[in-house]
């Protein structure tokens, strides 16, 4: 396996921040790089902030795309017959607002794999500890691959 490019090992650090509750130290650990540097990257990148700011899960942000879908239907289903369509503005949000569901629900992000992994290595631990050191392995070295 190829070594990360220090971005590669940035963008790493950040999901690790932010979606994780890890040390510092760990995420470093992890990465590849010392706990000043990713330090320096929280502050410089006011990762503090952008944690704070994710209190949506995917499905929720899911559920509030549909709530929007379903008011804007409703909207249209109120309006006098012969007119129940959408505008070109409300089918243009109708579209956009679309789109954003199928993103949301079809991609996966490498926060979502490591946040599923990190699940899975605490349910192997409860089993096996010499088995979730090497999955835990493993799983680095997955993630460093779609990085």
């Known amino acids: 396996m190829a070594e990360l490019t220090n971005t590669q090992k940035k963008e790493w650090a950040k ?5 994780e509750n890890l040390t510092q130290q760990e995420i470093a650990d992890k ?5 000043v540097t990713v330090n320096k990257w929280i502050n410089a990148g ?12 995917r499905e929720e942000q899911v559920r ?4 929007q879908v379903a008011e804007i239907n409703r909207a249209i ?6 007119e129940r369509y959408p505008t070109s503005k409300e089918a243009d949000i109708l579209g956009k607002l679309s789109a954003a569901i199928k993103n949301m629900e ?3 992000g490498i926060a979502d794999v490591i946040s599923v992994l990190t699940r899975l290595i605490e349910f192997v631990k ?5 088995k979730a050191k090497q999955l835990t392995t493993t799983a680095d070295s ?3 691959s779609l990085l």
């Open 126 to 130: 409860a089993y096996d500890l010499e």
């Open 77 to 82: 289903s109120e309006k006098p017959e012969g």
């Open 64 to 67: 509030s795309l549909y709530r």
């Open 106 to 108: 079809t991609d996966v």
């Open 46 to 57: 006011k990762w503090e902030e952008h944690k704070v700011g994710i209190t949506l899960t």
């Open 31 to 35: 990465v590849g790089v010392s706990r």
């Open 142 to 144: 997955f993630i460093k």
């Open 15 to 19: 999901t690790l921040f932010l979606k």
